[in-house]
């Protein structure tokens, strides 16, 4: 199975920073990578798929890039309605394997 | 309105068994590829199960190989979860997820990115 290790597992951060997550797979997994966001409460939401692809009506401060094992998911500008954890995602192959969530709070 | 509504959470013992099921409303349930995927409380998300359009593919997840059974009736537009032999660490919220349209051919993999949530339904196994 792919393990996909994501850091941070939290952050603390202002409103107006830039904010990076990353993603690490455990082996090459091209470009078959997803990113969501889930709020307390809440159902998960696809904000970006296949690496790079930002979802239709997700705001275009929310971005990704990477490939092979090594990936990013960057927020321009922190918001605070995008207080929430972030996922990255495989599918490259069954199991499809979630990243352990980095949780993003406002300092 | 495109939807999916799950049903059957409930609290059970340990060894006991439950049944969820998803409805779907809205879209052509049969062009999808279809999952379910939990989070316990405090842990991340985690994928359980998924099933090709025709119901005649499927996978899972080391953590329930064997004791859960994933299945879908397109003619009722809705998909199924058979939980057996549950454990306290099946404790979750379970999400009825819907994959990319991959009817049309042209995708690497029917389990692309999930593009539909359901709101979840609660699985609750204690003594």
């Known amino acids: 199975d792919i393990q996909m290790t994501q850091s941070p597992s939290s952050l603390s951060a202002s409103v107006g920073d830039r904010v990076t997550i990353t993603c690490q797979a455990s082996?090459?997994?091209?470009?078959?990578l997803n990113w969501y966001q889930q709020k307390p409460g809440k159902a998960p939401k696809l904000l970006i798929h296949?690496?790079?692809n930002l979802e239709t009506g997700v705001p275009s401060r929310f971005s990704g890039s990477g490939s092979g094992t090594h990936f990013t998911f960057t927020i321009t500008t922190l918001h605070p309605e995008d207080i929430a954890t972030y996922y990255c995602?495989?599918?490259?192959?069954?199991?499809?394997?979630f990243g352990g969530g980095t949780k993003v709070e406002i300092k | 309105e495109v939807n999916l509504v799950e049903s059957g959470g409930s609290i059970v013992r340990p060894g006991g068994s439950l049944r969820l099921s998803c409805a779907a409303s809205?879209?052509?349930?049969?062009?999808?590829?279809m999952s379910w995927v939990r989070r316990a409380p405090g842990k991340g998300l985690e994928w359980v199960s998924g099933?090709?359009?025709?119901?005649?593919?499927?996978g899972y997840a080391d953590s329930v190989k064997g004791r859960f059974t994933i299945s879908r009736d397109n003619a009722k537009n809705s998909l199924y979860l058979q939980m057996n032999s549950l454990r306290v660490e099946d404790t979750a919220f379970y999400y009825c997820?819907?994959?990319?349209?991959?009817?049309?051919?042209?995708?690497?993999?029917?389990?692309?990115?999930?593009?539909?949530w359901g709101q979840g339904t609660l699985v609750t196994v204690s003594p």
């Open positions: 082996r090459d997994i091209r470009k078959y």
């Open positions: 997820a819907r994959h990319v349209d991959c009817s049309g051919g042209g995708c690497y993999s029917i389990y692309g990115h999930v593009d539909l």
């Open positions: 995602q495989h599918y490259d192959s069954l199991p499809l394997t």
């Open positions: 099933v090709n359009w025709s119901g005649g593919g499927s």
């Open positions: 296949d690496v790079s």
């Open positions: 809205g879209f052509m349930f049969g062009d999808h590829a």
